[in-house]
């Protein structure tokens, strides 16, 4: 299958990373490489390029993406997760790094193959692994074994939806019938969780709820923290962190991160001399973050959600 997907923020990232003839880039999200494309032709001809996926159909994309003429620039391609990038650079072989790019979330490719039953609009088994050979619990595990609470509380927290009570009482209900096995059978249940007059108007009544269980099946905010953690460990001195997140817990994490690495002195106030000796490990480079134009916004819907954050190690 061709594997179609426009690189959000293309112009951007590459001035954010500020990138050099030269430089080692850590592309953490490789996806079909949109993005890795342009930052290999800008550390050409002597720069590195890792890029990591934990999707095989998006590694054979990039793979034949970067074959294209791009032999100057060293491409290293790793099949991981960025929750575990320590491990993963480590394989890689390379020392240091001076800027990572992550583009979290889906690409179009993943969304729109039915199978992966990541899209409320198509019918197909529930799974959104990420990675489904990675063995980990599909998205049919958690709403047909997770308790009540546990149900409302993930698509309270990570859907930020306001029915979450009334959609986890219905999954409960229904799968007390018949266990819930496609994405059909899920939106079935949200549609008759969410009163009509509430589903009028908005998105598509499923999303938040896709959304709140695609996080909860990937482990997607954990993953993210320990990833940002582990990458400004690796950067060298004025090597940058970029982050393309596409919905607001995401944001707000990176932004919580990155706030804390910068900030130095953590000892309560009062203090006549400072006892922690934490040191600002990274400067913020966008005090608010970046975000698409209308025109962008145009050309490629998907993008439309997108905030951009940098971190500058110091
Ligand atoms: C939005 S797409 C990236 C698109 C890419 N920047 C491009 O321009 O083609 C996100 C990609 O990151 C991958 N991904 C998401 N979370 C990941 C994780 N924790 N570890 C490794 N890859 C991940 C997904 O499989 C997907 O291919």
Not at 86 to 98: R, T
Not at 148 to 177: D, H, K, Q, T
């Amino acid at each position: 299958m061709e594997y179609r997907h426009t690189p959000v923020l293309p112009a951007e990232v590459t001035k954010y990373l500020s990138l050099h003839p030269g430089s080692t880039i850590v592309d953490c999200t490789l996806g079909g490489a949109g993005h890795a494309k342009r930052i290999a032709d800008s550390i050409a001809p002597t720069g590195t390029l890792v890029g990591i996926d934990q999707d095989d159909a998006a590694l054979d994309a990039a793979a034949a993406t970067l074959r294209l003429g791009r032999q100057i620039t060293t491409i290293i391609l790793k099949k991981g997760n960025f929750g575990d990038l320590d491990a993963v650079l480590a394989e890689a072989g390379i020392a240091y790094a001076d800027g990572f790019l992550f583009d979290l979330g889906v690409s179009s490719p993943q969304l729109d193959q039915a199978e992966r039953g990541f899209s409320y609009h198509d019918d197909a088994p529930l799974d959104m692994r990420m990675d489904p050979a990675g063995g980990a619990m599909s998205a049919a595990d958690v709403v047909n074994t997770y308790s009540e609470s546990e149900l409302a509380r993930i698509i309270g927290e990570y859907g930020e939806e306001r029915w979450a009570s009334r959609i986890a009482a219905f999954i409960v209900a229904a799968r007390g019938r018949r266990p819930l096995q496609t994405t059909s059978d899920l939106v079935s249940v949200i549609k008759d969780a969410i009163p009509a007059s509430a589903r009028r108007s908005g998105p598509h009544p499923a999303r938040r709820t896709f959304q709140a269980l695609r996080i909860e099946v990937n482990g997607e905010l954990e993953v993210l923290e320990r990833g940002l953690r582990q990458a400004v460990r690796w950067l060298t001195t004025g090597g940058r962190v970029v982050v393309i997140s596409y919905h607001s817990l995401e944001d707000r994490l990176v932004k919580k991160v990155f706030a804390e690495l910068a900030s130095g002195c953590e000892c309560p106030p009062g203090l006549p001399m400072c006892t922690c000796g934490r040191e600002p490990v990274v400067r913020i480079v966008t005090k608010r973050p970046v975000v698409p134009t209308t025109e962008e916004i145009e050309r490629n819907p998907r993008s439309r959600s997108a905030k951009l954050r940098a971190a500058e190690r110091v």
